[in-house]
Every structure is written in C-alpha cells, then in structure tokens.
C-alpha cells in the first residue's frame, strides 16, 4: 500500500507498473471493519500462502503467509486462462482465426491420431476443450461432440501461439499482457516433471498474486488497461464475453 489509504474511490483505478498500489480501508469502502480479518483468518487456515482482495482497483486486503509480495507460486490449471487471453490477444492482432484448423498451424502429427482425424480440429476447439481427444491425444470423438479436461490438449494451444506469433510463450505473454499492466514479476518456466502425451514438458505459469490481481482488473474491465498514457485494449470485449459465456 505504498500508495497509501484513498480518500476516495473509483470505478476507473488502475494500478501503475512497480510497487506503488493505492489502498483502501475496509470503512471507506463500505464494509464491515472487523470482517476482512475474519476472512483472512479462514484462507490462512486452508493453508494458502498468498491472498490479495481489490476494492475497484485499490488493495483492501494483502496477506502473506511464508511468503511476499514478489514470492512466485506455479498458478497450475488458472494459467489456462491466461493463455486464453494470450489467444483472444493474437486474433486480435491477425495471427491467426479461432476456426483454424491446428494442423494448418503445426502441421500433422501435433496429437496421437491419425492425420484424418486431427485435420478437423480447430483452434477453437482445443479452447473448449472439444477436440475429441483424450488425454492421451488419441482420438476418442468428433471434434465439438464432447467436452473433456484435457490438459495435454490445451497445452497445443502454447505451441499454436509461438508458432504465429514468431515469439516465444514467454516473449509474447511479456508484450501481449504483462508489460503493459504491469505484471512484471511473473514468468513461464518448465515442468520438467510432468510431460504430455508427445513428450513435451508442461509450461507452468509462475505468478505473484499482486499479478493476478492485475489480470484480474484487465478481464474486470473488458480486457481495456489504462496507464498514464492512456488507455489500450489488450483483449477484446467480445472475446472475453464468448470466453466468459
């Protein structure tokens, strides 16, 4: 709370890039005092490390437990929805459409089926998690037939958009979405560990909350993040309506 308590609030309040965060108490901002404390009691006690709460974009509530505000934890399944902002971004920009077909991306053999059977699927449907494949990435279904979790299928997503894009995950995910609100701390980083059904080790998306918060705000606001330059739509408005939907 560097920036210290606001006298007042907005609906329009925009962190700006580094530490400097303007708060608010839970009295100006029209709660209960003594409540924050009650819940972040109960999120401490369900073993949570890092919790933040925003108030129209002022920081109401910060806690930490064995951790900081620059301490970096692997989002795991939430980073799913940042690579779908990063997908919403790079249509935008004209990489490439929703309806295109995967392998006109990466070519045949991006799954475990047969080239007649993952022609069909499109970009659309690894984000709906539709493509008919099972975690295994064999075919099990027409693709838009059946809806699945299904990680390994998503993650083709990461590789659809280094290839159109000619940046690598983190290089995009830097220009697209982090730099300009400010996410400045958080990075993708490997997990050597745990590798899809092609061999590829899992992209882990390692993030402070402070950066989530930031994401956050973007989504809040319909994918427009303001700066002292003005303001600037990183996703568009009706993408993240479909997303949302």
């Given at each position: 709370?560097?920036g210290?308590?606001?006298?007042?609030?907005t609906?329009?309040y925009y962190?700006?890039a580094g530490?400097a965060?303007?708060?608010v108490t839970p009295?100006?901002?029209?709660?209960?005092?003594?409540?924050?404390?009650?819940l972040?009691?109960?999120?401490?006690?369900?073993?949570?490390t890092?919790?933040?709460v925003?108030f129209?974009?002022?920081?109401?509530?910060e806690?930490y437990?064995?951790?900081?505000?620059?301490?970096l934890r692997d989002?795991?399944s939430?980073?799913?929805?940042?690579s779908?902002?990063?997908?919403g971004?790079a249509?935008?920009?004209?990489a490439?459409?929703l309806?295109?077909?995967?392998?006109s991306?990466?070519g045949?053999?991006?799954?475990?089926?047969t080239?007649?059977?993952?022609?069909?699927?499109?970009?659309?449907?690894?984000?709906?998690m539709t493509s008919?494949l099972?975690?295994s990435?064999?075919?099990?279904?027409p693709?838009g037939?059946a809806?699945?979790?299904?990680?390994?299928?998503y993650?083709?997503l990461?590789l659809?958009?280094?290839?159109?894009?000619?940046k690598?995950l983190?290089e995009?995910?830097r220009?697209?979405?982090?730099?300009?609100?400010?996410?400045?701390?958080?990075t993708w980083?490997?997990?050597?560990f745990?590798?899809?059904?092609?061999g590829?080790?899992?992209?882990?998306?390692?993030?402070?909350?402070?950066?989530?918060?930031?994401?956050?705000l973007?989504v809040?606001h319909?994918?427009?993040?303001?700066?002292?330059?003005?303001g600037k739509?990183?996703?568009?408005?009706?993408y993240?309506?479909s997303?949302?939907?």
């Amino acid at each position: 709370d560097a920036g210290g308590d606001a006298a007042a609030t907005t609906a329009d309040y925009y962190p700006p890039a580094g530490d400097a965060w303007e708060s608010v108490t839970p009295t100006k901002a029209g709660f209960d005092a003594a409540k924050p404390d009650v819940l972040s009691s109960f999120v401490e006690q369900s073993s949570s490390t890092t919790f933040i709460v925003l108030f129209e974009g002022r920081i109401l509530v910060e806690k930490y437990w064995g951790a900081t505000a620059t301490t970096l934890r692997d989002i795991a399944s939430a980073q799913k929805s940042i690579s779908s902002l990063l997908v919403g971004a790079a249509v935008a920009q004209g990489a490439f459409g929703l309806d295109d077909t995967v392998t006109s991306i990466l070519g045949d053999g991006w799954s475990n089926g047969t080239p007649n059977q993952e022609a069909p699927i499109t970009v659309r449907h690894l984000l709906t998690m539709t493509s008919g494949l099972d975690p295994s990435l064999e075919y099990a279904a027409p693709p838009g037939t059946a809806w699945l979790y299904n990680t390994d299928a998503y993650h083709r997503l990461d590789l659809v958009l280094a290839q159109k894009t000619g940046k690598t995950l983190q290089e995009y995910t830097r220009a697209a979405l982090f730099d300009p609100i400010g996410a400045g701390g958080s990075t993708w980083t490997k997990r050597m560990f745990q590798k899809d059904a092609k061999g590829v080790p899992i992209n882990a998306l390692e993030m402070t909350a402070r950066d989530m918060a930031r994401v956050g705000l973007l989504v809040m606001h319909d994918g427009l993040w303001r700066d002292g330059s003005g303001g600037k739509v990183l996703v568009p408005s009706a993408y993240l309506a479909s997303a949302l939907a």
